[in-house]
């Protein structure tokens, strides 16, 4: 095999498992912010919108001239996603990571639950599986956070509230995103998430402003430009029962950062649910029509 067909190769693979590790770590960094939880969403989505904007405009994208219908989705879908991030966030901050990414990342199962009511049909052949899955992967999960603290399962409801939200996201946009590139859909929707995520920590009461901008900034890189920008370009290389393999990077790394950073062991019940939780994932992504990025950004 030649160096060039090697590379044609990994790039993509190292791009795809590089952009799940980006995007596990931004949990970390909601943490470590000294604002609100629902400001560092802010501070998150503001801090990226230029060069966002700068990669829609470098790649022919257009943030202008975007017809009624389009707009009015788009607004709505940044809206939708604003408070995914915002119930995103307040449930970070109460529950272990690996359970945070875990749930946070529901949104392919609940597209595949809503594509059975809007089909009117049951679930087949490789459906039940995820369905029984995540149903018991997430009541084992649920059930160790109740018996830890009331407070981590709480979490934990937060993190799936963000998971529906984040569904109605891509269901919204499905539309618009075949009008509009990827880039300028995330800059044009960004601006409605940046104001409800503003709005939402004023209306909270959080503060707003931080005294150290590192884990803001990083948030910013690592969540909203890298993850997002290396999914783009890996998606369209993989089928899905590859995506959704990678995907289980994700709760891996928050386990580990968990576990190194703030002391949250697992036992092997947990695991139990995180493998049941994210083989569901999996299937979810195998047996659902596609709706691209279905990674949380």
Do not use: K
Not at 1 to 22: E, F, K, Q
Not at 134 to 163: M, T
Not at 181 to 199: C, E, N, Q, R
Not at 259 to 285: H, I, K, Q
């Amino acid at each position: 095999m030649t160096p060039s067909r090697i590379r044609d190769r990994a790039l993509p693979m190292a791009a795809l498992v590089g952009g799940n590790v980006a995007l596990a770590l931004g949990p970390w960094m909601v943490r470590l912010s000294d604002t609100g939880p629902v400001a560092a969403g802010f501070w998150r989505v503001a801090l990226a919108l230029p060069f966002l904007a700068l990669l829609a405009l470098a790649n022919g994208q257009r943030l202008t001239g975007v017809g009624r219908r389009t707009l009015l989705a788009v607004l709505l879908g940044g809206a939708l996603f604003g408070f995914d991030i915002a119930s995103w966030h307040i449930g970070i901050g109460q529950t272990r990571l690996a359970n945070s990414v875990l749930f946070g990342n529901s949104g392919s199962l609940i597209l595949m639950v809503w594509g059975f009511v809007a089909l009117r049909a049951l679930p087949t052949g490789r459906e039940w599986p995820a369905i029984i899955a995540a149903v018991a992967g997430s009541a084992i999960l649920l059930g160790r956070s109740l018996e830890i603290d009331h407070a981590n399962f709480v979490g934990d409801l937060f993190c799936l509230l963000a998971g529906v939200l984040y569904a109605g996201y891509l269901l919204i946009l499905q539309d618009a995103r075949q009008r509009l590139g990827s880039w300028s859909l995330l800059t044009l929707s960004g601006l409605t998430s940046a104001a409800v995520l503003l709005g939402t920590s004023l209306a909270l009461g959080e503060r707003i402003m931080p005294t150290d901008w590192t884990p803001l900034i990083t948030l910013a890189f690592l969540s909203q430009i890298v993850g997002q920008g290396l999914l783009v370009y890996a998606l369209r290389h993989f089928p899905p029962l590859v995506i959704g393999i990678a995907l289980l990077t994700q709760p891996a790394v928050a386990a580990v950062v968990g576990w190194w950073v703030f002391g949250e062991v697992l036992v092997p019940l947990d695991y139990v649910g995180v493998a049941m939780v994210g083989s569901a994932l999996v299937l979810a992504r195998i047996v659902t029509p596609p709706v691209t990025p279905r990674v949380r950004p």
